[in-house]
């Protein structure tokens, strides 16, 4: 049974930076897609970034160049450092796998960009 837990969430003024951090367990870790979605108050959930099992990233064309991913396969984490914040990427911040079928969401970790 995959477990994600996201930590790292937190309040930031506009033109912060936060790093988020996630860490899996009940997976083999190092064969899994890992990427980070997020949910704005009244949007549907959308892909921040993700990084594939061989270390390939894709990213949101609104975060290109501010955020970037990365992934530890010995410590089975995944992160999210996140630069120059914006208000409107306010949002809950959720960790997810995939392995063909097989994928798992965290529980998700807030984000709140304000002054």
């Known amino acids: 049974q995959v477990q994600l837990v996201e930590s790292g969430g937190g309040l930031v003024q506009p033109e912060g930076s936060l790093r988020l951090s996630c860490a899996a367990s009940?997976?083999?870790?190092?064969?899994?897609?890992m990427a980070w979605y997020r949910q704005a108050p009244g949007k549907q959930r959308e892909l921040v970034a993700r990084?594939?099992?061989?270390?390939?990233?894709k990213y949101a064309e609104s975060v290109g160049g501010r955020f970037t991913i990365s992934r530890d396969n010995a410590k089975k984490m995944v992160f999210l450092q996140m630069n120059s914040l914006k208000p409107e990427e306010t949002a809950v911040y959720y960790c997810?796998?995939?392995?063909?079928?097989?994928?798992?969401w965290g529980q998700g970790t807030l984000v709140t960009v304000s002054s």
């Open positions: 997810h796998s995939e392995r063909g079928r097989l994928e798992g």
């Open positions: 990084i594939s099992s061989i270390g390939s990233t």
């Open positions: 009940g997976i083999f870790f190092k064969i899994y897609d």
